[in-house]
């Protein structure tokens, strides 16, 4: 069976290591030695100058709208992981749903400007597969109509955009170290800011509001992470050069067998990036070749994942709008097996079906 995806692990006596620390120091979780260590190398890995970790990338995306302090309409991407959107609802903002652009499939921000009203306050856009979004038209906009920037960076590991981590932009950028993605603590993300101010006000929130053994700053929640994620992020981490190499390796093999021989296509990656190959999607011409392919990889015990399906308009909580792009892309978008252990035999093999499948029916 080949997976859509499979969590990397550490060679098992390098995690043992910290975790061995970890009993000596009877300190298990609450600003840890660990934790401390695993925000030196991130931040020197990915060249920020600051970074919390936290204990996922939802309550990332949560505390960002919190510091903030948005109220009202924030405008966003429908075609994400749920997360992007049940943040905002869950912070008591409404989602104002921007169509996608076609190429990219992030925000497009040709379209922000005619969902701006007088209750906008922010633009929270996820740079999809760890695609950069447009983030200068973005900024612009921002600026000229006041309003804040959020990046869902999920899955961003890596990725730079014009020299830079491109967890460097916006207001707040958040990043996510699950299990699944590129790099993982196994639960586990990130914010990350250029502001010293906002910085100072999440590193409160992340751990109740405590400024003081007995005194509170602002209302928190328990946003922190334990010694046992970061030591898996530690254990992980010097293997983050090799994971990104084989991620690109893998998709330029699927590229050649199968990009020009059948009507798919791939998401244009940004000018100005370094990607990260977080994904390998491919958007089909119609649903009905996606379901033939989907169906008869998962006859020969391979999985792929619809990602991101269906549109995030149709989640029972949001008022219905339309986005007719993304409801078009996100029933012909999927995303075959993408993992380090996944070999180059196993990627010919994948394509030898995809190609069968839609050549002879
Ligand atoms: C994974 C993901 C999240 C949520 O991250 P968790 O760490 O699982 O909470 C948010 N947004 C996007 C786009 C994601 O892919």
């Known amino acids: 069976m080949i997976n859509v995806t499979e969590p990397f692990l550490p060679k098992r006596e390098?995690?043992?290591?910290y975790i061995d620390q970890i009993w000596s120091r009877k300190w298990l979780t609450n600003n840890g030695p660990l934790v401390n260590?695993?925000?030196l190398q991130l931040k020197d890995y990915l060249q920020l100058d600051h970074l919390l970790y936290l204990t996922n990338g939802t309550i990332a995306i949560q505390l960002a709208i919190k510091v903030l302090e948005l109220q009202g309409e924030i405008i966003t991407t429908p075609f994400s992981f749920v997360a992007t959107t049940s943040s905002i609802v869950w912070e008591h903002c409404k989602p104002v749903f921007v169509d996608i652009d076609e190429e990219?499939?992030?925000?497009?921000?040709?379209?922000?400007?005619?969902?701006?009203?007088?209750?906008?306050?922010?633009i929270l856009a996820t740079h999809v597969y760890g695609n950069p979004c447009d983030i200068d038209a973005i900024a612009k906009i921002a600026a000229r109509h006041k309003l804040k920037v959020i990046y869902d960076?999920?899955?961003?590991?890596?990725?730079?955009?014009?020299?830079?981590s491109v967890l460097t932009?916006?207001?707040?950028?958040?990043?996510?170290f699950h299990a699944t993605k590129l790099y993982h603590t196994t639960e586990g993300g990130a914010v990350v800011t250029p502001s010293a101010e906002l910085l100072k006000k999440m590193s409160?929130?992340?751990?109740?509001?405590?400024?003081?053994?007995?005194?509170?700053?602002?209302?928190?929640i328990n946003g922190k992470n334990s010694e046992f994620h970061a030591a898996m992020g530690l254990a992980n981490l010097p293997y983050a050069n090799d994971i990104l190499r084989k991620r690109r390796e893998d998709s330029?093999?699927?590229?050649?067998?199968?990009?020009?021989?059948?009507?798919?296509?791939?998401?244009?990656?940004?000018d100005g990036s370094v990607y990260n190959y977080s994904y390998y999607t491919l958007v089909f011409e119609t649903e009905e070749q996606l379901l033939k392919v989907h169906?008869?990889?998962?006859?020969?015990?391979i999985f792929t994942r619809r990602y991101f399906y269906p549109s995030l308009t149709t989640l029972p909580y949001v008022k219905a709008s339309e986005v007719l792009v993304t409801v078009d892309v996100a029933a012909r978008v999927l995303c075959l097996p993408l993992y380090y252990s996944l070999n180059k035999a196993e990627i010919d093999m994948i394509s030898r079906y995809i190609l069968r499948t839609l050549k002879y029916g």
């Open 169 to 176: 932009y916006g207001d707040v950028s958040t990043i996510s």
């Open 204 to 220: 409160l929130l992340r751990n109740f509001g405590f400024n003081g053994p007995y005194t509170f700053a602002s209302v928190g």
């Open 37 to 39: 260590e695993l925000e």
């Open 252 to 270: 330029l093999q699927y590229d050649d067998m199968l990009l020009g021989k059948i009507p798919v296509r791939r998401p244009k990656i940004t």
């Open 295 to 301: 169906k008869s990889l998962e006859v020969n015990g």
């Open 104 to 122: 990219t499939l992030n925000l497009d921000p040709r379209k922000i400007e005619g969902a701006i009203t007088e209750k906008t306050t922010a």
């Open 14 to 17: 390098e995690y043992e290591k």
């Open 153 to 164: 960076a999920a899955h961003c590991f890596g990725t730079k955009y014009k020299g830079k």
